[in-house]
């Protein structure tokens, strides 16, 4: 059993950045560095949306249109952590955010059956 525990959100203004964490417990027998994460959003009145996603450490990335160029993945090994790097927030990047973690090896996944552990979420408020 995986926990992962999200933190860094809050209420910042458009433009601003911000940066999440998403620090793991729990995985034992296997290197943390070789699960594949991923964070998602769910804003207010809609469903959870992939965000972005990373197969392992130092391996591929991927980010869904909206957030290309403003928002990275990265992780920190030696902390069991994910962050997500968010810059040149907008109003509609409002939502809960959510991390993920797959049990799979070689993944890279914009779905959410294709996770397997999750955070409770941490909100993020963008003012106009």
């Known amino acids: 059993q995986v926990q992962l525990l999200e933190s860094g959100g809050g209420l910042v203004q458009a433009g601003g950045s911000m940066r999440l964490s998403c620090a793991a417990s729990?995985?034992?027998?296997?290197?943390?560095?070789?699960?594949?994460m991923g964070w998602f959003r769910r804003a207010p009145g809609k469903e959870r949306e992939f965000v972005a996603a990373m197969r392992r450490s130092g391996g591929s990335t991927d980010y869904t249109d909206s957030v290309k160029g403003r928002f990275t993945i990265s992780r920190d090994n030696a902390k069991n952590t994910v962050y997500l790097q968010m810059n040149s927030l907008k109003p509609e990047d409002t939502a809960v955010y959510f991390c993920?973690?797959?049990?799979?090896?070689?993944?890279?996944?914009?779905?959410?059956?294709?996770?397997?552990?999750w955070g409770q979420g941490t909100q993020v408020t963008v003012s106009s």
């Open positions: 729990g995985p034992s027998g296997r290197t943390f560095s070789t699960y594949p």
């Open positions: 993920a973690i797959s049990r799979a090896y070689a993944l890279l996944s914009r779905l959410e059956g294709n996770y397997d552990y």
